[in-house]
């Protein structure tokens, strides 16, 4: 339980949890529906030559992730103002209102439009995030953020099957309403249940400035800015492989069970994401939220090497459950550590910087794992998937570890005081 000061209530961490995850669940079930089937809907829109697609495909789906890398931070800002749910309840209102027009657009054009809208506004999981950070003790904030990955994942392992087949039932543009349909429900269900312990004070007020000067007073508090390079680096790495996996799926095996392994090799990795998120976010609360990081990076990097050498399909499927199973342990623990270190009164705001590292990290990623494979081959691109995270776990070891560490000590002699006093 947090008791919140301003009205005398008492809020129920574990409730707003349970109630994110399952609205997380369903917000990125919704939203994930549409990726299979973007490049048919570019057809039916009139896009028909090949060439011309797969560049609108590209465009469209990056165009999302630029306008949210580039708002991220000012909805931060808002939220540090506002509050939380109102972060959460204003993204998931008008996602539900633009994903519902994208049914009826009328070409590339205005698909791309409302994409980049749909990233403007975007941003109900880093709300989401901010809530449960900022609404959960302390001692706890790891294992509720790895329970609210496994949401995450599980939606994304989802959305996109099914998706495919209210596809194949119903035509592509009711996905989309029916995409709107259950952000909106989502949203509702959080307007209603969802208790937020916030109050806007004097000195929040006189903290919100231009994002430069904000970016440099966050940035100013240990380790916060190697913890944006490690999420950017983490999100590099990882998002470089995903996209082009299918070209890799195609080298073993026959051309007509391409779709059905290439699901299979995304799936096993986010279903092993989901099962171990809060079992390494509880280990995080009691060993350290860096040690976590620093340990699942490395058999992440690590696991990345043997895909290089890999002849038969299941070799790869297991190797990807795998890393999975560190990958459950990356982003609860630098989401931890981003709230231990972010400045008071300021946490939306830090949480929305790194969101925008997030965002970048997934549009480069692709991009330069392109021109990888172009360069040295898929098989290539593990090794260098593998170097920066190497790189990252040197980062955290120099940078964050000391940091941390430091917090920690400080946090055990403060809590001892207190038992002294009080006896």
Not at 91 to 118: E, K, W
Not at 203 to 226: C, H, Y
Not at 360 to 386: D, E, K, Y
């Amino acid at each position: 339980m947090v008791e919140d000061k301003g009205s005398g209530t008492v809020i129920n961490w574990k409730r707003n949890l349970f109630i994110l995850v399952v609205s997380q669940f369903l917000v990125i079930s919704a939203m994930t529906m549409i990726i299979p089937f973007l490049p048919l809907y570019l057809q039916d829109l009139g896009v028909t030559d090949p060439s011309t697609l797969s560049i609108w495909a590209g465009v469209i789906f990056g165009a999302n992730f630029l306008t949210a890398f580039l708002f991220s931070p000012f909805w931060g800002r808002m939220g540090d103002k506002y509050g939380r749910k109102a972060m959460i309840l204003r993204s998931g209102f008008g996602m539900a209102v633009v994903i519902s027009l994208t049914a009826f657009a009328i070409g590339p054009i205005s698909l791309l439009l409302l994409r980049l809208l749909n990233g403007v506004i975007s941003g109900f999981i880093p709300a989401s995030i901010a809530l449960v950070s900022t609404n959960t003790p302390k001692e706890r904030v790891g294992y509720a953020l790895g329970i609210l990955q496994s949401g995450s994942v599980s939606g994304a392992i989802c959305g996109p099957l099914i998706g495919g087949v209210l596809a194949q039932k119903f035509g592509y543009s009711m996905v989309f309403l029916i995409t709107g349909f259950c952000i909106f429900i989502a949203t509702l269900v959080v307007l209603f249940l969802v208790k937020e312990d916030f109050s806007s004070s004097e000195i929040k007020a006189k903290q919100l400035g231009n994002t430069l000067t904000e970016f440099k007073m966050v940035t100013a508090r240990k380790p916060v800015m190697s913890l944006y390079v490690v999420i950017f680096l983490i999100q590099f790495a990882i998002m470089g492989v995903n996209p082009l996996l299918s070209i890799f799926v195609e080298e073993l095996t026959s051309p007509e069970s391409v779709a059905f392994f290439a699901g299979i090799t995304l799936s096993v990795m986010g279903f092993a994401n989901m099962l171990t998120s809060p079992i390494l976010g509880r280990l995080s609360d009691k060993k350290g939220a860096q040690y976590v990081l620093i340990w699942s990076m490395l058999a992440v990097a690590v696991l990345s090497i043997p895909q290089a050498f890999v002849t038969d399909i299941w070799q790869l499927i297991s190797l990807r459950f795998l890393i999975g199973l560190g990958l459950g342990g990356l982003l609860p623990a630098v989401n931890t550590l981003i709230r231990i270190h972010s400045p008071s009164g300021m946490e939306s705001r830090t949480y929305g910087f790194s969101n925008s590292a997030m965002y970048l990290g997934t549009m480069i990623g692709p991009i330069l794992g392109g021109v990888v494979i172009s360069s040295i081959g898929i098989r290539g691109l593990f090794f260098v998937s593998a170097l920066f995270l190497l790189i990252n776990v040197a980062i955290v070891k120099r940078k964050v570890l000391p940091a941390a560490n430091n917090y920690s000590g400080l946090e055990k002699g403060r809590k001892g005081e207190e038992v002294i006093a009080q006896n």
